[in-house]
């Protein structure tokens, strides 16, 4: 929950802003200012203030506890022209929200962290348990000291500026606990390793590893917990890095096992006793056989999404046994965003674009693609480019680099998956990888809202190139979108070496069509040169177009409207304003 205090006039009216916008993420504070401060302090996550920042500095000083405990806090100016993250910039999330309210209130948002100033990812934000030397490390990045980035297990990390020194995709366990990396210096660690972090070190525990528990009824908690407890430390292992407790279903509301769960903070994840039946294991038994039918839970629960087992099924103390469980290590998942950039205009690439711009280790991309966006990449960012034609490469490359566990961003001009490099990519992926598609505005959305409103009912997108389609597929899907009176897009349309494509592609249109039908062409759309034409398919001018160019061809209802192109969305509408459609 987020408090919201103000004091004047001017700063409740931007309170009010806030809490119409989000109605369900707000609380208003009244009274007494100081009164009003420390109760939100007390109660809420986070906290916006319309105040002075010298006055929230006195009214807070006396609250803070610590940077694992404080709520973030932001003041926002009298006059609204700043958004300062004042208080818990990284634990506290006011970084992020100084960023939210100045974006809704339309104020600068002022964020003075170290590490988000230099746009460094800060260690305590990735999203991964953190120990050791954070700010040390922290320091030294921002120094530009280097620092070793040892990953004892994959784990898609976004663009740090280190030397990456090791990648593990094997096991690499110990008994028992160690400390340092043996490297020296300044070093990042990513381990599920139950490890003691070196003087200059930080670790980052990754959620690598499920525990199968299988249990009795009526077991208490406080055994399944010291039974897990023992056996993650008996193998070296760290509790923090426990993703779930998994178990049979027929276990899902085992009180003891219920509770176990939530004192480790991880989900209860059950499966059927058919699911886990299925699952080979090395110590089958005939006791949970007989149970809940099937004759493995710990092990079949913790090896059913796949992975290494690293600790086999053991019982607990209690006679007779009144749990189990299983530890295994689930190989780490790369991640593959497939992220379409739109027509080329920076304020239509989306929000959701450049965040994932910006949690990419590795981006791939054409040259020319990756030249507009280079600037929104955060340091470090190692960068695969390649030239025209070689799309398939690209595509074998991003996916291989998230098969290796990194955090890997494939770009495309408009919307990936248009003509675009999500389903070359999607062709060369398969399960064992997490892959996020980011749309993007089209090259005929671009276009259409230059032109006015082409595609205001059914429409086609058709590509004109017969390099990767013969040209009889495509003349066939040109006649079927004629004959069916659908506004069409061409995309590439014309090249050098292609140029009798598009007049026969308008011929096969106007033998349906009155010549007077409207069709635009609009090149480079929201970009500075943009241009565009509204003309007929009696008095298109092929030869003017290029791969840079989108050609639009209304249907049989599509007018021209005040100098725009519109298509009806209903075929029974009219013009009744007889509006030339020649001009």
Not at 273 to 280: F, G, K, P
Not at 297 to 322: D, F, M, N, T
Not at 461 to 472: F, Y
Request: aromatic share 2%; with cysteine.
């Amino acid at each position: 929950m987020i408090g919201l205090i103000s004091a004047t006039a001017a700063g409740a009216a931007a309170r009010d802003r806030l809490a119409a916008a989000w109605p369900e993420r707000t609380r208003l504070y009244g009274g007494p200012v100081a009164d009003a401060v420390r109760a939100a302090f007390a109660e809420c996550e986070q906290v916006v203030c319309f105040l002075a920042t010298g006055a929230v500095v006195r009214l807070v000083a006396p609250l803070l506890g610590g940077k694992a405990s404080d709520p973030g806090v932001v003041c926002v100016d009298e006059a609204g022209r700043f958004a300062v993250s004042l208080v818990g910039g990284h634990g506290g999330g006011a970084n992020e929200l100084a960023r939210e309210v100045g974006g809704l209130l339309g104020a600068r948002p002022v964020v003075t962290t170290a590490t988000d100033a230099v746009d460094v990812p800060g260690l305590d934000t990735l999203g991964l348990p953190v120990e050791g030397a954070v700010a040390a490390v922290s320091r030294a990045l921002l120094d530009g000291t280097p620092v070793a980035l040892d990953r004892e297990v994959t784990w898609p990390l976004p663009a740090l500026p280190v030397a990456d020194t090791h990648t593990y995709t094997h096991t690499r366990t110990g008994t028992g606990t160690g400390t340092g990396t043996g490297t020296g210096g300044y070093a990042i660690r990513v381990t599920d390793r139950d490890v003691v972090p070196g003087e200059d070190e930080v670790l980052l525990r990754p959620p690598t590893l499920v525990v199968g528990v299988g249990a009795s009824r009526g077991v208490p908690a406080e055994e399944v917990l010291e039974l897990v407890g023992d056996a993650l430390r008996d193998a070296g292992l760290s509790a923090a890095s426990v993703a779930a407790l998994a178990t049979v279903d027929a276990k899902a509301g085992e009180p003891g096992v219920v509770a176990a769960a939530e004192r480790l903070g991880v989900p209860l994840v059950t499966y059927s006793a058919a699911q886990l039946a299925r699952v080979e294991v090395p110590n089958p038994s005939a006791a949970p056989l007989a149970a809940v039918g099937t004759p493995s839970v710990a092990e079949a629960a913790a090896l059913l999404g796949g992975g290494e087992l690293l600790v086999p099924k053991r019982k607990s103390a209690a006679r007779p046994a009144g749990a189990t469980c299983a530890v295994v290590r689930r190989p780490g998942r790369g991640r593959l965003a497939l992220v379409g950039l739109g027509p080329g205009a920076r304020d239509l690439l989306t929000p959701r674009a450049k965040a994932e711009l910006r949690r990419a280790s590795v981006l791939v991309g054409l040259d020319q693609y990756v030249a507009q966006i280079r600037d929104l990449l955060r340091p470090g960012t190692r960068i695969l480019e390649s030239g025209l034609g070689a799309e398939e490469e690209r595509a074998r490359t991003a996916v291989a680099e998230a098969r290796a566990g990194h955090a890997v961003a494939l770009i495309g001009s408009g919307d990936a998956g248009v003509y675009a490099m999500a389903s070359p990519a999607l062709a060369e992926a398969s399960d064992d990888i997490d892959v996020v598609g980011v749309p993007g505005v089209t090259a005929a959305l671009a276009a259409g809202a230059v032109l006015g409103a082409p595609l205001g009912h059914d429409h086609a997108s058709i590509s004109l190139s017969d390099l990767h389609t013969p040209w009889e597929v495509i003349e066939r899907r040109v006649r079927a979108a004629a004959e069916a009176d659908l506004v069409v897009t061409f995309y590439n349309p014309r090249s050098r070496g292609r140029d009798w494509q598009l007049p026969r592609a308008l011929a096969i249109l106007a033998e349906h069509r009155a010549p007077t039908t409207p069709v635009g062409v609009v090149r480079n759309a929201s970009r500075p040169d943009e241009s565009s034409q509204l003309t007929t398919l009696a008095e298109v001018d092929a030869a003017a177009v290029d791969m840079m160019t989108v050609v639009t061809v209304g249907n049989t209802a599509t007018r021209r409207i005040a100098g725009r192109m519109v298509t009806p969305r209903g075929y029974r509408w009219q013009d009744t304003r007889q509006e030339e459609e020649t001009r």
